[in-house]
């Protein structure tokens, strides 16, 4: 690791270095987890391993009944894509004019490095404090998912171990850090429609029946549908296709199956249930021989209001300066699966998420000490 400025960084600058420097592309770990977890044991807090075939998971905790204060996060990322897009290597972190670069800086082992070291902080200072104070971080954030989070909230909800708050150090913020707190997400479904037809040679259509062509109508009929209006808190429910497949790359053969991937980011005006009746009955009624495989990723989930969003904000305001707006904007998180603990405030709040995903992938050096100190202050505020 190399820094071109100052030798003398800030603990919690210092872990993201360590962490960005362990190339762990989803579902791999690549040891950021036994790295947190020897922080984390030696502050007291107990270590258990919930890994679940491909996804390394653990779960540390500090003190005991409740409430159970969560903090939730990812330790994969995304691949760095093509090496010569990027001004210094993706996983030899470097710091320049106070901005720290390297894949995960922003998405997001920054926020983990903050929640870490704000919890360490915390538990040596309040060894004695209210509750449970937990950490709960996974290797397949980025990838299939199933394995990391939603297995680790099963584990969770066998045992009756129900969270009371949970904090996401998912990259929300905009343009400063902290003018943005995600109060919730929407849904997502995906649709993978096999619409078959019968092959045969484009001279002789009576002889073939294409599946593109019958189905266009109905594909019209979805796009043009309004699922919902929205509400205050979520946008209206959009629906795109992002893949259509058919044909065999020839001009000359009628296809016998055309493929159609059909995604949808829902509100909490429409279930789940209610978008698969109406794309059923739309199919149907133009007389479509289909097939769909549903692919549920999560419902929508919000925190309108509540303790730890009141907290959230105050403690922004005190460390930043500024009033935090609450969006629900952007795609999904793991939060949706957190949303399974009945009552459970869930919020997000981590650093500016310009460049997550992106070459030279960076975030503030100084934007990191101070969500670390945000972290700190709502344990403060929460559990003493």
């Given amino acids: 690791m190399k820094e071109s400025q100052s030798e003398n960084r800030q603990e919690v600058v210092s872990l993201c270095m360590e962490l960005v420097s362990k190339p762990s592309v989803t579902p791999k770990d690549e040891g950021c987890q036994q790295l947190i977890a020897t922080k984390l044991r030696d ?47 993706p996983f030899d972190p470097v710091i320049h004019d106070g901005m720290i670069y390297g894949r995960g800086t922003a998405d997001m082992k920054g926020g983990v490095a ?4 704000a919890a360490k902080r915390f538990v040596e200072k309040n060894p004695n404090h209210r509750g449970k104070i937990s950490l709960m971080f996974t290797s397949n ?55 078959y037809g019968i092959q045969g040679h484009v001279a002789y259509p009576h002889l073939g029946n294409n599946p593109v062509h019958n189905a266009i109508p109905a594909l019209n009929e979805l796009v043009s549908h309004v699922w919902d209006r929205g509400n205050e808190y979520f946008p209206p429910t959009s629906m795109q296709i992002p893949n259509i497949r058919s044909g065999f790359g020839v001009s000359n053969i009628i296809p016998g199956e055309c493929f159609i991937q059909i995604n949808w980011r829902f509100s909490n005006e429409i279930s789940a249930e209610e978008i698969k009746r109406i794309t059923d009955e739309i199919f149907t009624r133009h007389k479509l021989n289909y097939h769909i495989d549903w692919e549920f990723a999560g419902a929508p989930f919000i925190t309108r209001t509540g303790e730890l969003l009141d907290i959230t904000k105050k403690a922004v305001r005190d460390i930043c300066g500024i009033e935090a707006e609450g ?21 997000e709040l981590g650093v500016i998420s310009e460049t997550i995903h992106k070459a030279n992938e960076c975030t503030s050096a100084e934007d990191l000490e101070k969500l670390a100190l945000i972290y700190e202050r709502i344990l403060e505020e929460l559990m003493v």
């Fill in 141 to 195: 954030e980025e990838g299939e998912f199933v394995n990391g989070t939603p297995h680790m909230v099963s584990r969770l909800l066998e045992r009756n171990e129900i969270l009371d708050y949970c904090l996401i150090g998912e990259p929300s913020s905009s343009k400063v850090l902290g003018d943005t707190i995600k109060i919730g997400r929407r849904g997502v479904l995906t649709a993978n429609v096999s619409v």
């Fill in 114 to 117: 903050a929640m870490v070291m």
């Fill in 327 to 347: 969006s629900t904007a952007g795609g999904t998180s793991d939060g949706r699966f957190i949303a399974r603990f009945e009552g459970c405030q869930v919020l």
């Fill in 43 to 89: 502050s007291g807090f107990h270590i258990e391993n919930l890994s679940h075939i491909d996804t390394t998971n653990m779960y540390a905790t500090h003190g005991s009944g409740g409430p159970i204060f969560c903090f939730l996060g990812h330790t994969d990322v995304v691949s760095p894509g093509e090496l010569s897009a990027w001004a210094y290597s």
